[in-house]
């Protein structure tokens, strides 16, 4: 009777340990959930019984699993990933909120939450580290000068571990490490500047170095090749900077009034050289090849394209190896474009948001048009589906040649070898259910 009773504890413990712990079947190690293809994707739902989330789908055929979702609030949306994806944070948009969640994608639980002193639209993860830097343009810092601050979030205390006042910081980039932070700034004073943090130099819990640099903490770099730098790809030590130019603020006294990529050494904090492009809000860097997409205020006409829309954005390739242009003005949707996405294929996903949308996915009569383009790298051509609504999500697999869309709320699934919905037993649609508006999605696991 004693070794029976024995016997049924220490299955009991096996089962529990399991489920809590993951388990390995065959070598493999699997998660809680016992999925080995997952995606999460934010959830925010305005209903006095439910409360948005982080939801896991199974990347393997497109459902949503019977497992319990995460909690990160009431309307979660942007997510952020770290490097080897054991970490990703959200952001809770809901009034007042302002906090940031995060979770351990192995154990499938909740890591902790920072609240921020103010909203954020950019937010990174820059190592395996529970550790994220989070711009906060709005952030009064005591003893900084201008509003503004990179704040270093904690998940494992919960905590703010340093202020780093930064004039307006709005977006923040890291480079591989996390040693390096490229700060841009939305005031007049960031319009020619970037500033260069080493946030393991910062002094806690308040740092002002910013208001004395150049300093070992601090260095804000100053140019007339400057020209609303808004964001950067950095690669090794050499960072391309996106001067979004004219787009986001007229200055007749720059020459050439126009976007442009200004390749910056890291190591040296100096400007390599300036690539003048048709204009430059975000970009992707696959090999050699960087692609820069944006919305020109002139030179936007939408050729090529039978279109309502008045109005049409831009595409760029340029040459890293040789800094030059290669394919210049690509036409595709307008909007402020900060998605972007390369999948198996070699089809080149591009979201935007405050696009021009036609029509109604809902109920589609004639042209239906959103912030949607697909850029085919084989051919040079733009499909633009028929969609409505800002893109705030692309993911893309190495295994399957599915992408997954957030657009207008919906979470779309394309089959990326025609283009067009993917609809099948599982996908009926060519839509995952899921309650709620779709803020983001990023895939936790390498398939």
Known sequence: MKRSILVLMVGAWFVLNMASCGHSTNGIVKPPSGLLERVMATQSVTSPTSFGEIAIING?????????????????????????????????????????????TVKETGIGQVRLPGPTRSFILPTSDPIGYAAVPNATVNGFSLLGAVEQMNFSSNSLTVTIGVDTATTVVANSTGSQLLVFSSSLQGESAVTILNPGSAVPPVDTSCDTAPNAVCTVVTSPQFYWPVY?????????????????????????????????????????????????????????TLYVAGTPPTNNACTGQTTMAQNCGRLDIIDTGSLTVTTSGVVITDGYHDKMDLNVVGQLFIGSHECTNIGNVNNPSGEVRGCLSIYSTATGSVFIPPDNGNVDGLQGFISRPIEYVAEG???????????KLLINDFVTNGTIPLVGYVGDIKAVDSF
């Open 232 to 288: 950067a790809v950095v690669n090794g030590t050499t960072a391309y900077i996106l001067n979004c130019g004219p787009q986001c603020g007229d200055d007749a006294a720059k020459l050439p009034d126009q976007a442009s990529v200004v390749v910056f050494d890291l190591t040296t904090l100096t400007i390599i050289t300036t690539i003048p492009v048709e204009a430059a809000t975000w970009a992707l860097l696959s090999g050699s």
């Open 409 to 419: 709320g919906n979470l779309r699934v394309y089959n990326v070898t025609t283009d």
């Open 60 to 104: 393997q055929n497109d459902t949503i699993p019977r497992v319990q979702p995460l909690s990160a609030g009431t309307s979660p949306g942007m997510i952020a990933i770290s490097p080897t994806r054991n970490v990703l944070a959200t952001f809770d948009a809901a009034p007042n909120s302002n906090t940031v969640y995060a979770v351990n």
